[in-house]
């Protein structure tokens, strides 16, 4: 664990976002109805959700762990990184939303994706109450855990599987194709996959920071 | 004083534009519709939250060498 006293992968982050702003803007992309220049929030909604998965799943890989170890620090790791996947799920939300106004016509029209995105969030809320609701320390470690555990796969249903199924006005579900199909080129590739990254870096990032801030807080309680 | 202040920058920002209206030279960050500023400005905010974030990772540094 002595990379996240590191700098060297923060500083990657940080350049790889710049980069995406500054090629995000300025490199061409194809000419769309409906969507027009709005297709360049691709490169900043979508990386949103990857930011967010990664911290979640860094979040389960910890609950499994500390089932198995008993760690205190793995608790800890997987609550803040659930912290952390919060706030990108409310700024890949709200982005959404306001793309949603000038694409699909307003700011929440009902749509089975946001709707199971809506359901999903609230999932991660429950997690949250559960653990303020326990106050004995390794039975709230122990049961959120398990609760995070569960979540994570019923949240992937509800965000990439269940809209599937159903008509939905977002790319990639029912019978919409995904932006990857037809309206992705290969010079938004070379934006987006490097804005994946380094939004995934940037939300490690302050997940470490979080869970170093949470270090010294358990530290000073204990005593 | 605030008054003078913004009287001061109007004028000037008047003055400056008023010069600028009919030679244009070296001109990318006022081209075709000035999207280069709008890449500028959140270039610098993003810059910006990132140095903010590596200061507050090592006000974090200092006061976990300070615990130990």
């Given at each position: 664990?002595?990379?996240?006293?590191?700098?060297?992968?923060?500083?990657?982050?940080?350049?790889?976002?710049?980069?995406?702003?500054?090629?995000?803007?300025?490199?061409?992309?194809?000419?769309?109805?409906?969507?027009?220049?709005?297709?360049?929030?691709?490169?900043?909604?979508?990386?949103?959700?990857?930011?967010?998965?990664?911290?979640?799943?860094?979040?389960?890989?910890?609950?499994?762990?500390?089932?198995?170890?008993?760690k205190e620090e793995h608790d800890l790791i997987a609550i803040e990184c659930v912290n952390t996947g919060i706030i990108f799920y409310v700024l890949g939300l709200v982005s959404g939303m306001l793309w949603a106004r000038?694409?699909?016509?307003?700011?929440?029209?009902?749509?089975?994706?946001?709707?199971?995105?809506?359901?999903?969030?609230?999932?991660?809320?429950?997690?949250?109450?559960?653990?303020?609701?326990?106050?004995?320390?390794?039975?709230?470690?122990?049961?959120?855990?398990?609760?995070?555990?569960?979540?994570?796969?019923?949240?992937?249903?509800?965000?990439?599987?269940?809209?599937?199924?159903?008509?939905?006005?977002?790319?990639?579900?029912?019978?919409?194709?995904?932006?990857?199909?037809?309206?992705?080129?290969?010079?938004?590739?070379?934006?987006?996959?490097?804005?994946?990254?380094?939004?995934?870096?940037?939300?490690?990032?302050?997940?470490?920071?979080?869970?170093?801030?949470?270090?010294?807080?358990?530290?000073?309680?204990?005593? | 004083?605030?008054?003078?202040?913004?009287?001061?920058?109007?004028?000037?920002?008047?003055?400056?534009?008023?010069?600028?209206?009919?030679?244009?030279?070296?001109?990318?960050?006022?081209?075709?519709?000035?999207?280069?500023?709008?890449?500028?400005?959140?270039?610098?905010?993003?810059?910006?939250?990132?140095?903010?974030?590596?200061?507050?990772?090592?006000?974090?540094?200092?006061?976990?060498?300070?615990?130990?």
């Amino acid at each position: 664990m002595k990379f996240i006293y590191q700098a060297w992968w923060k500083i990657l982050g940080v350049l790889l976002v710049v980069y995406t702003i500054i090629a995000g803007f300025l490199f061409t992309v194809p000419a769309l109805p409906i969507l027009h220049e709005t297709i360049r929030n691709v490169y900043f909604h979508v990386p949103m959700w990857m930011a967010m998965f990664l911290v979640f799943g860094v979040s389960v890989f910890y609950s499994i762990r500390y089932l198995a170890s008993g760690k205190e620090e793995h608790d800890l790791i997987a609550i803040e990184c659930v912290n952390t996947g919060i706030i990108f799920y409310v700024l890949g939300l709200v982005s959404g939303m306001l793309w949603a106004r000038y694409a699909w016509g307003e700011y929440w029209s009902n749509d089975p994706k946001q709707n199971s995105a809506a359901i999903a969030f609230l999932l991660y809320c429950a997690y949250l109450v559960l653990r303020n609701a326990i106050d004995e320390e390794q039975k709230r470690a122990r049961i959120s855990a398990i609760y995070n555990i569960f979540a994570f796969p019923i949240m992937i249903v509800l965000l990439f599987i269940l809209p599937r199924l159903t008509d939905s006005l977002h790319p990639g579900n029912g019978g919409n194709p995904a932006f990857g199909k037809y309206d992705m080129t290969n010079e938004m590739r070379a934006v987006l996959y490097p804005a994946f990254i380094g939004w995934m870096i940037i939300a490690l990032w302050i997940a470490t920071l979080r869970y170093r801030i949470r270090l010294i807080e358990n530290k000073q309680n204990s005593l | 004083m605030i008054k003078k202040l913004v009287c001061l920058v109007i004028f000037l920002t008047g003055y400056v534009s008023a010069f600028a209206q009919d030679v244009e030279m070296a001109d990318t960050m006022r081209s075709s519709g000035k999207i280069y500023v709008v890449v500028g400005t959140i270039a610098i905010v993003f810059i910006g939250l990132a140095i903010y974030l590596f200061t507050i990772d090592r006000r974090l540094t200092k006061l976990e060498k300070h615990n130990d």
